[in-house]
């Protein structure tokens, strides 16, 4: 039972990391994003 | 321009478009056929009748095995496709879909190594033994690994692409050798599509709930990587596009 458990839950984890990885990094991104729009809006005045 | 490009992206950033639907309702169907996996895995195969104990419980390691063994063939397969289409096109769109790939198959491949070591413990009393199936998995795995860090040393969008396309295309080689090193080499791993292995430990025969079952699991996994890889190909394309506006703004 061991086994088996361990290879669902690292697994799981596996790919819940990966996937968390991309949730932060869109995060970011967007930020970025919002950051130069407030750069751009800034020159125009 | 820079300003026109931004307001552009940002009006159609609002608006949720049908692709965005097709990805959500791709989503759903993901989770819920992994859902369909869990519960097919676990309770609806039928245990492999030549094994006890231990060993025949972490049998069922093997249908989340071969899910992960799909993700990570396609992850490559799709590698392929972006690097040749990068190389006849010189668009980056083919680059991003190569990068994505590769960088699915690394994670599902590294799923396929760890669900196969934590098998080959009670069946093989060993979590890794230098096998020709497992050396030639694991150096795939690594080629990839390597692919990734070799992208990060170049900084020219266009080089880097050529670049990894290049090297993408002799990494590749190695997805074959890895199929086909438990037929043509000795190795007591087993073969358990086109073929058999009279030196295999822990070989089981498979019946119809576990047919079904691994069906289930090549099912959730192809939908599962089909939405990872549409969401990081998207993540990717607006990192080049807010590159490009920091490079025409400063």
């Known amino acids: ?45 | 321009m820079a300003n026109v490009t931004l307001e552009m992206k940002e009006q159609s950033k609002m608006q949720m478009s049908w692709a965005d639907v097709g990805l959500m309702v791709l989503d759903v169907a993901a989770a819920l056929a992994l859902v369909a996996l869990v519960w097919a895995a676990l309770l609806y195969a039928k245990p492999a009748a030549n094994l006890a104990g231990d060993e025949q419980l972490a049998q069922r390691i093997f249908y989340f095995h071969i899910g992960n063994v799909t993700a990570a063939f396609l992850g490559f397969v799709v590698s392929l496709v972006g690097s040749v289409g990068y190389l006849v096109r010189r668009q980056l769109g083919w680059d991003r879909l190569a990068h994505a790939g590769i960088e699915l198959g690394v994670i599902f491949g590294a799923g396929v190594l760890l669900s196969g070591s934590i098998w080959a413990k009670p069946t093989w009393n060993t979590f890794w033994t230098w096998d020709p199936r497992l050396t030639t998995a694991a150096i795939t795995v690594l080629i990839y690994v390597a692919y990734l860090l070799f992208r990060n040393g170049i900084d020219n969008r266009h080089s880097r692409a050529l670049f990894s396309s290049i090297y993408a295309l002799f990494a590749f080689l190695s997805v074959p050798l890895t199929y086909y090193s438990a037929r043509w080499f000795r190795t007591i791993h087993p073969v358990v599509f086109n073929g058999s292995n009279a030196e295999a430990q822990g070989d089981f025969g498979i019946g119809a709930t576990m047919s079904q079952t691994l069906m289930v699991a090549t099912l959730a996994y192809t939908l599962l990587f089909a939405a990872l890889l549409i969401h990081r190909w998207r993540q990717l394309r607006l990192e080049d596009e807010l590159t490009e506006l920091m490079e025409e703004l400063y």
């Open chain 1, 1 to 45: 039972m061991i086994y088996l458990a361990s290879a669902l839950i690292l697994l799981w984890l596996l790919v819940t990391l990966y996937v968390i990885t991309m949730v932060t990094r869109q995060r970011r991104l967007e930020r970025d994003m919002a950051l130069l729009k407030e750069q751009l809006q800034e020159r125009r005045r």
